[in-house]
């Protein structure tokens, strides 16, 4: 047997979608260059927007954010199924990033049964045999009107088709094939042989992100693909069946469209995450200047609270200490501080108080400032507080203060 992964041919349009996430990928390289005390409260939104996303395709009901809850361990009122998808994908993404760290890590036949043991645990009848190949045939039915529309290898052809997947896989980090080209290929021919009686599409995608990752794709962790599978997963089935056709023949099969339309996915994705983060340290730096300007001097989980507050309109202590890795009782400190000195408004008390934005945020003209952060940078945000350049400081969060200081100085918020 042989798989189709040479069944393709470099377009124009893969050229254009190459050369924009090179672009925004150079741009993501130089934002994440120095490790700043934010990119841990980022890579838990886009974690959790991976397995929101990666799990409505399959049809799993849960809002974005009742999946932030849920894999941040709060409980919340939801389908036992809808809610252990969820904790399964994360668990299969934290599984990913830690094969990917590893040295002496290789792709194998354990990495795909581990997978997709991991996310279909605890999930009923329908993934077994659960961490195994099938021994039956399946086949992928239309969502909508229940008709079968593409029947996968034979069971007697299945660990063939497997052995050759792996072997050919295992070998693209000493090919010539842009990576971002092989991903789109390891991602449709996988799903195409359909190894298990369910879940192949998430072992598809978490298999795919591992893969990056491993490449050393450190901007992987900033952006979610599935959210763009996941918003357009009509287009993202139509494709992969245009793709394969009715039913497994290698011979048949035409790569070039599904790699143009994964090529423009990710494009849209990383485009999408540069601007983010853009944006996001225009935000944090605003407050910092703002907070500066006050005479307050400044820590890293200072602004980190302050930007949960203002992105989700509150902030409460478990939201907090997931997002700075801090115990309860630590949050809670921190959080009284900045209540004190005028940046947070406490709304009830004990387990039920959340956070606002304070009194002493109301003036700072944010959004203007913001503004003309991303037109001038951080010295016009400056000249517009100070009427001078900005101070000048190791990272964005040391305007007074250690980067990583925490609250502990005094003197400092």
């Known amino acids: 047997m042989t798989l189709p992964t040479h069944r393709w041919a470099l377009t124009d349009r893969m050229t254009e979608a190459l050369r924009r996430i090179s672009a925004c990928r150079e741009l993501l390289d130089e934002y994440l260059a120095d490790t700043e005390p934010w990119h841990g409260a980022i890579r838990k939104q886009v974690m959790a927007s991976v397995v929101h996303y990666s799990t409505k395709i399959e049809g799993n009901r849960l809002t974005r954010e009742q999946v932030e809850a849920v894999i941040a361990g709060e409980v919340i009122e939801a389908p036992e199924k809808d809610k252990t998808e969820a904790v399964n994908y994360l668990r299969a993404m934290e599984w990913a990033r830690t094969r990917a760290d590893d040295p002496g890590w290789h792709l194998s036949h354990g990495t795909l049964t581990t997978l997709h043991f991991l996310v279909g645990q605890n999930l009923g009848t329908d993934y077994e045999p659960l961490g195994k190949y099938r021994e039956h045939q399946n086949t992928v039915s239309d969502r909508a009107s229940g008709q079968v529309i593409y ?40 799903v195409a042989i359909h190894p298990f009686s369910d879940g192949n599409g998430r072992v598809a995608r978490t298999l795919c992100s591992l893969l990056m990752m491993r490449e050393g794709h450190k901007a992987q962790a900033f952006y979610s693909l599935e959210e763009y599978f996941g918003v357009n997963w009509e287009a993202y089935g139509k494709q ?80 907090y200490r997931n997002a700075v890795d801090v115990q309860s009782k630590t949050a809670s400190q921190h959080l009284q501080r900045l209540v004190h000195a005028g940046y947070l408004t406490q709304i009830g008390q004990r387990r039920g ?61």
Request: hydrophobic share 45%.
């Open 151 to 190: 029947w996968p290898p034979r069971p007697e052809d299945l660990r063939g088709a497997l052995d050759e997947f792996v072997e050919w896989a295992r070998s693209l980090s000493d090919a010539d094939t842009d990576p971002y080209i092989a991903n789109a290929l390891v991602h449709l021919i996988f």
């Open 240 to 319: 992969i069946e245009r793709a394969l056709g009715p039913r497994w023949n290698p011979a048949t099969v035409d790569c070039t469209p599904w790699i143009e339309w994964y090529l423009e996915a990710i494009a849209v994705q990383v485009a999408q995450a540069a601007h983010h983060i853009a944006r996001l340290m225009a935000e944090i730096g605003v407050m910092a200047l703002q907070m500066y300007a006050a005479g307050d001097a400044i820590s890293s989980k200072t602004l980190i609270a302050l930007w949960l507050a203002r992105r989700d309109g509150q902030i409460t202590n478990r939201t």
């Open 353 to 413: 108080a959340h956070y606002v934005l304070g009194e002493k945020t109301k003036d700072w003209k944010f959004d203007r400032l913001v503004d003309i952060w991303l037109d001038k940078g951080r010295d016009g945000v400056a000249e517009e507080i100070f009427g001078v350049p900005a101070p000048q400081s190791e990272t964005l969060f040391s305007l007074g203060a250690p980067a990583d200081s925490g609250f502990e100085g005094e003197g400092r918020i």
